[in-house]
């Protein structure tokens, strides 16, 4: 894909203009070991707000008490659409309890039920085409675990009504997800501090 450009090769025949094909909704996936697939996601995010879209974002594992970066400045993007028409309006929802860090022995059928609730829900606004750009963090783990259906997960993606984008984070993706999305990116690690026993930083990891 030089320069931006599309393969000739791999165009489709579906008698669609190259206008029509822009206009089309993108399904993402950012999976794999390496860091950054949420950081991307957000950045995607941010460029869709400039665009004046309506941005809704659904964590499904971080708890409730972790604060990151990105919250706080995309609720303060909220807060300057209500006050000036710039950009677009934001939604912030976390829908989990620290899945990811610690599964708490007894808990996982509440934590299976909110993970559907919060499923049920994203799936009512993506039928009434409330946002434009979603961004489902850390999304891949509800659907390991089985909490998820991962079959309704990729029905309402392939069949989502208007042009509404959604991008999807975590390792593991399954195989489903990948195949029903437009672009998938794979993060590798290849050093991390981490390694040198060196602990997440202000403005790095949060």
């Given amino acids: ?3 931006g450009k599309p393969d000739p090769a ?17 399904t993402a996936v950012h999976t794999g070991p390496g860091k950054g697939k949420s950081t991307a996601a957000f950045g995607m995010a941010l ?5 004046g879209m309506n941005i809704g974002v659904f964590q499904f594992v971080k708890s409730a008490k972790w604060k990151v970066g990105e919250e706080a400045v995309f609720r303060r993007l909220g807060e300057l659409h209500e006050q000036t028409g710039e950009g677009g309006a934001v939604e912030w929802h976390k829908m989990g309890e620290g ?8 808990a996982e059928e509440d934590h299976a039920r909110d993970a559907a609730e919060g499923w049920a829900e994203i799936r ?13 963090d850390e999304f891949t783990y509800p659907i390991k675990w089985g909490w998820i259906d ?7 993606l392939a069949d989502r009504p208007g042009r509404q984008h959604i ?4 390792r593991d993706a399954d195989p489903k997800l990948i195949e029903v999305a437009d672009l ?16 997440g930083q202000k403005g790095i990891e949060w």
């Fill in 124 to 136: 009512r606004r993506i039928e009434t085409e409330t946002h434009d750009f979603y961004v489902l």
């Fill in 1 to 3: 894909m030089p320069k």
């Fill in 10 to 26: 791999s165009i489709p025949d579906d008698g669609l203009t190259t206008r029509q094909r822009r206009m089309l909704p993108v």
């Fill in 167 to 170: 991008v999807m984070t975590g």
């Fill in 150 to 156: 991962v079959d309704d997960v990729v029905a309402t």
């Fill in 184 to 199: 998938v990116t794979e993060m590798t690690k290849i050093r991390h501090p981490m390694d040198q026993g060196r602990k």
């Fill in 47 to 51: 460029r869709a707000w400039n665009q």
């Fill in 99 to 106: 899945w990811s860090w610690a599964r708490k022995p007894g």
